[in-house]
């Protein structure tokens, strides 16, 4: 079955940088559209980036574009979510996310990790 560990998140300072990465077990990777989602306290949990399976297509939300890059490596069944200029409002438990299809709609997602938790100071 299909396990996805995310880690890199912790505390940052407003402007700063971190990146996140998602280690994918248990499945055929690049079959797959991988995805991040981000959920604050008392927020719903919303789309941040998407990227097809082989790296060539990517989205972003409005509110991270210019900010953030998603990346995957297929041999290393990884994908990765580099951040760069943190704002407070990036504040977050990130998760990383599969899907069959190509989407941005949590719903559409059946695998999920159990977040890693990002922080950002002003």
């Known amino acids: 079955q299909v396990q996805l560990v995310e880690s890199g998140g912790g505390l940052v300072q407003a402007g700063g940088s971190l990146r996140l990465s998602c280690a994918a077990s248990?499945?055929?990777?690049?079959?797959?559209?991988m995805s991040w989602f981000r959920q604050a306290p008392g927020k719903e949990r919303e789309f941040v980036a998407a990227?097809?399976?082989?790296?060539?297509?990517?989205d972003y939300a409005d509110s991270v574009k210019g900010r953030f890059a998603i990346s995957r490596d297929n041999a290393k069944n990884t994908v990765y979510l580099q951040m760069n200029s943190l704002k407070p409002e990036d504040t977050a438990v990130y998760y990383c996310?599969?899907?069959?299809?190509?989407?941005?709609?949590?719903?559409?997602?059946?695998?999920w990790g159990q977040g890693t938790q990002v922080t950002v100071s002003s």
């Open positions: 996310a599969r899907s069959l299809g190509y989407s941005l709609t949590a719903s559409d997602y059946n695998s």
């Open positions: 990227i097809t399976r082989g790296g060539g297509g990517t």
């Open positions: 248990g499945g055929t990777f690049n079959r797959y559209t």
